[in-house]
């Protein structure tokens, strides 16, 4: 069975990308619109590893990160933040969130599917 992947991005095109270099590889991949959609779908799924962005309507990443870190089900899932923000600063908040990785926008879709690899096989 193909290992399940939540992708949350408020920019269609990235969700696109994001999903095709995925679906391409064989994943399942879900899509949601933004943080709080993100939030509703993996409490209604269950999935192996959840890709956010940063800067989104509703709910950000940092917080969506939180909010799913708090849920028993996604304790030790892997979040990764596909995002443009590249600070130090932002990358400190996000691993005190529970990020697992930090990947920056615009991606290179084998980069993407190395650290997929890397942290669900």
């Known amino acids: 069975m ?9 920019s269609p095109s990235i969700r696109q990308m994001v999903s ?3 679906k391409d590889s064989g ?8 943080g709080q959609d993100g939030l509703d779908k993996a409490r209604s799924g269950n999935f192996n590893l959840i890709f956010t962005d940063q800067n989104m309507p509703r709910l950000d990443g940092i917080s969506l990160i939180k909010q799913l870190r708090a849920m028993p089900q996604y304790r030790s899932v892997p979040i990764l933040m596909l995002t443009t923000e590249s600070s130090d600063a932002m990358k400190s908040q996000g691993r005190a969130a529970g990020a697992t990785g930090w990947l ?3 991606f290179d879709p084998q ?11």
């Open 2 to 10: 193909a290992k399940s992947i939540l992708t949350v991005d408020d």
């Open 27 to 34: 994943y399942s991949v879900t899509e949601a619109v933004d």
């Open 111 to 121: 980069k993407l599917l190395e650290v997929v690899r890397k942290v669900i096989g």
């Open 104 to 106: 920056v926008k615009p």
């Open 20 to 22: 095709f270099t995925l």
